[in-house]
Structures are given as C-alpha cells and as structure tokens.
C-alpha cells in the first residue's frame, strides 16, 4: 500500500495487529475492548478512546463538555460489551497557556459523569503539548466469567438492533457548522447537546447481555460500524432505511433536504449496534431497541459487509463512515 493511501484500520491492521500476538486478552484487535480475567466472578473489560480538539470537537468547545464526552464515548464501549463500568484512567495533554480555570472546567465535567455512572479515577498523565487539546481515557468494567460480549457472534438468520435515534450528534455537528436544518429553535438545541453529550444506555448493559449475540458501539457511523461487524462475521448485514429510527428533528431535516444516508453514514452516535436471534431481538425490543435490518450468508460471489435498502432497492453508498486518514 502506498505512503498515502492509509487509514485507521490499514494501520491497526498491518502495524499493530502483529504486536497483540495471540494473546486472547487483546480479542485479535478486531472487537472495541480488551477482556481479562480477574477473579473466579469477574471479567474486566477495558476499552481506550482518545479525543482531539479540531478532530472530535471543537477548540471553543466548552471543557466540562469535552470531559463529559470523552467518558460517554469510551463509556459506550463498555456497556455494548455488556459490561459495569467502574474506574478510569486518564491522560491529558494541555496546549501551552490552558488556564487553571479551564483545567477546573474539565474535572468539574469528569464529576458530573463519574457520579453519574458510578466510576472513580484510578491514574493516569498529565502533560503538556505545543499541538491541540488531547484526551485520552481508559474505562474499566467487569462482567461475569465469559460474558462479556464481543462484535463476533452474529449468524446469519440473526436480526440488527439499535439502541436509539441515529443521526443526532451528527446534526448537531452540521448545526455547529452553521449549516441550514430547518428545525426549530429546541430541535436544535437538543441536536448540538446530542453532539455534545451522546445518549448513552448503561441500563441498557446487561439486557444486551442477556439476549444479544454480537454487539458493538456506533462511532464511526450506523453503516460502517454494521460493516465492521458483518466484515468480522463473515456475513452480509442488510440495513432497511425505513427502520432507522430518527428523531422529529431529523425527519425536518430531511424534508428541508437533508440526504438520510447522511444520517446513518455521519457517526457521533454511540447507541448500542447489536445482533440477536428471534427470541434474542423480540426480548430486546421489549427494552426499547429497534429492529433495523438482517443478518444474512454470503453467496459465492458476495464479500462480507453492511448495505443499505429501501423501498426493496439496493442504495449505492461511497463512503460508509468516518475513518481517520493517516
Ligand atoms: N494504537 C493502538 N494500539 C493498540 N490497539 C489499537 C490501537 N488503536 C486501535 N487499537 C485497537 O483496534 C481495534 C479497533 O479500534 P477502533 O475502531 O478505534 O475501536 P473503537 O471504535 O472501539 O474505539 C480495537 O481493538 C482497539 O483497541
Ligand atoms: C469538530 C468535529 N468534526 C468532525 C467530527 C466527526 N467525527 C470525528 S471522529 C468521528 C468518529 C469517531 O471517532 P473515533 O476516534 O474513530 O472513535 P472510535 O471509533 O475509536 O471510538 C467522527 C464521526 C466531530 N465529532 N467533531
Ligand atoms: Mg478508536
């Protein structure tokens, strides 16, 4: 591959994949976690996400907000798995000239959330950088022995599940890029606090558990994250446009003109994507998940990956999801 034709995944991949070795702790790096066994009850699950201003949000973000989001993103890992979250590390690299004000800010926003979600700090770094703001946090959960679930697992006959709206973050990142969404003025509010601050579902934790085979966040976007699970099942996943649920704001949206496929394809979701048998699916409904599509076989000719329907018609999607270039 040529110098400039990487991303995330080709560097993960290639560079350090080799590094995990066989080590079943480190799921081959192809799950959003790794899975240690720790006593005879428990299973922790430990998930790293980092966040950089310009790239994840904005450099005049608010820092009790981009505390806030940096647990949510990495909490959303942790809770697809199924898992409890319980403590955290955390790495930060301040910009020369960051105040202590600010600094207050962000710890203010890392109390709301970590009384919110029962979580204590256990370490971490502190730093300084001549570049933009970066966060870096790791969460840790446990589960019971062999429990914690994994985005391998989904078979074909299995039903597609989501948590919540899609689409929300990603509105609210076009309303923050001032671009015209025609919703009214509490839509957008509720759009750029999505962005801001994702819905997450740790209630949600142990129902996933329970009834769901394959199960993973959406970071990247609702099409490419399907797409990185059926890739690792080495399945088709059929998603029905149709069934993707979406807020009033959304549906304003795109009458004002807004393309659907931006919706699932824009990422900064963070609900819960899962796979689940019949009895598994209708259990999770139940719980307020929505059936949006199937898992299906691959036919000879067929590669592994997620598409995209309507109406009984196949749409043709170029780019599936965020992926970082390297
Ligand atoms: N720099 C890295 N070193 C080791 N593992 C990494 C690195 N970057 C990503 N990974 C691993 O690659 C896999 C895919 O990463 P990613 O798509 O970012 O997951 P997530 O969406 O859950 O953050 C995960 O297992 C993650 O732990
Ligand atoms: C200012 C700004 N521009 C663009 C985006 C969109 N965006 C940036 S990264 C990303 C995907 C998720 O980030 P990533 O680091 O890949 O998270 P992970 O999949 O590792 O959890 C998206 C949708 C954003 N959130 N903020
Ligand atoms: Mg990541």
């Known amino acids: 591959m040529s110098e400039h034709q990487h991303d995330e995944f080709s560097i993960i991949d290639q560079l350090f994949k080799p590094l995990a070795g066989l080590a079943k702790e480190a799921r081959g790096l192809i799950d959003d976690v790794a899975v240690i066994a720790a006593d005879s009850h428990h299973d922790l699950v430990i998930s790293t996400d980092a966040m950089v201003a310009g790239i994840h949000f904005f450099e005049n973000d608010p820092l009790d907000l981009v505390a806030r989001k940096l647990m949510r993103v990495n909490l959303s890992d942790i809770i697809a798995k199924g898992a409890i979250p319980y403590g955290y590390t ?76 899609i689409g929300q973050g990603y509105l609210g990142l076009k309303a923050l890029q001032g671009e015209f969404l025609g919703v009214t003025h509490a839509d957008e509010n509720d759009i750029i606090s ?79 994507l899962c796979a689940a048998d019949d009895a598994g699916a209708r259990a999770l409904v139940m719980s307020g998940f929505y059936e949006i599509g199937t898992c299906l076989g691959l036919s000879d000719d067929t590669p592994a990956g997620a598409e995209l329907w309507a109406d009984g018609r ?13």
Not at 214 to 232: Q, V, W, Y
Request: proline share 6%.
């Open 194 to 272: 999505a962005y801001h601050l994702p819905e997450i579902r740790p209630d949600l934790a142990v129902c996933v558990r329970d009834h769901a085979r394959a199960s993973m966040d959406i970071s990247d976007g609702l099409l490419a994250d399907a797409d990185h699970m059926a890739r690792a099942n080495k399945i088709m996943i059929r998603i029905d446009l149709n069934k993707v649920p979406t807020s009033l704001a959304a549906r304003t949206a795109m009458g004002a003109g807004l393309s659907p496929v931006e919706l699932v394809t824009g990422g900064d979701d963070y609900q819960i």
């Open 90 to 165: 955390l790495v930060t690299a301040w910009p020369r000239g960051t105040t202590y004000s600010e600094k207050q800010d962000f710890v203010r926003g890392l109390k709301i959330e970590q009384d919110r979600f029962g979580l204590d700090l256990f370490g971490g770094d502190t730093v300084s950088t001549y570049g933009p703001l970066h966060v870096s946090m790791t969460i840790f959960g446990r589960v019971p022995p062999g429990r914690a679930l994994s985005r391998l697992g989904a078979r074909p006959g299995d039903k597609l599940l989501v948590s919540g709206y």
């Open 314 to 326: 196949r749409i043709d999607v170029a780019t599936k999801g965020y992926s970082h270039p390297l």
